[in-house]
């Protein structure tokens, strides 16, 4: 499946701008893992992409992702994806195998944390935002309280990255995609 129609799939099903914010930063950490680990781009950017299409349709977790998963497989995604999307979700019980199924669990969470911390700066910018920021705001557990950090932890933890190394991978990675994910960008 190509981005184009994954993000067309994105678009028809999710409505809230910030749930499709996170499955465009989740998209930018799997490409950029994937090139760093010489893996195939299109697929990890799009299986991160449509991780969460069908939160806003079936908004438990006695059918998110899993209920979704028989219409991406109506519109032509591939297995691979699909089990890397079950697999992103504890509760389904769909061991993490590949590399890929890893980064992806490892890079769902993180992003919401990192866009948080950005979103707090005074340049409101993921271009200035250090892990030493991130590192401040990760112990303070009333900061974007939504965020699992048992879940980032155990993620870096599986992929076989220090956490503080992914941390800082994965805010490189979005930074491209800054004004796409609602933060300013400095300027040069």
Avoid at 46 to 64: R, S
Avoid at 151 to 158: I, R
């Amino acid at each position: 499946m190509q981005r184009e129609q994954a993000l067309a799939i994105v678009r028809e099903f999710v409505k809230n701008e910030n749930l499709v914010r996170h499955m465009l930063a989740v998209e930018a950490a799997m490409r950029f893992y994937a090139r760093k680990l010489g893996e195939d781009e299109e697929l990890w950017a799009v299986t991160g992409l449509l991780h969460d299409y069908d939160w806003e349709i079936h908004p438990t977790l006695d059918e998110h992702p899993q209920a979704g998963i028989a219409l991406l497989r109506e519109r032509g995604v591939s297995e691979v994806i699909l089990r890397g999307i079950l697999s992103h979700a504890e509760h389904t019980g769909v061991p993490r195998i590949t590399t890929m199924e890893k980064a992806l669990f490892a890079c769902d969470e993180i992003t919401g944390l990192i866009t948080a911390a950005a979103l707090v700066r005074p340049s409101r910018s993921l271009d200035d935002l250090k892990v030493k920021s991130v590192k401040k705001k990760w112990k303070d557990k009333a900061f974007a309280a939504g965020v699992n950090r048992d879940e980032v932890a155990q993620g870096a933890e599986e992929f076989g990255i220090e956490l503080w190394e992914h941390i800082g991978n994965v805010i490189e990675a979005m930074r491209p995609i800054g004004t796409d994910l609602g933060l300013e960008t400095l300027s040069q």
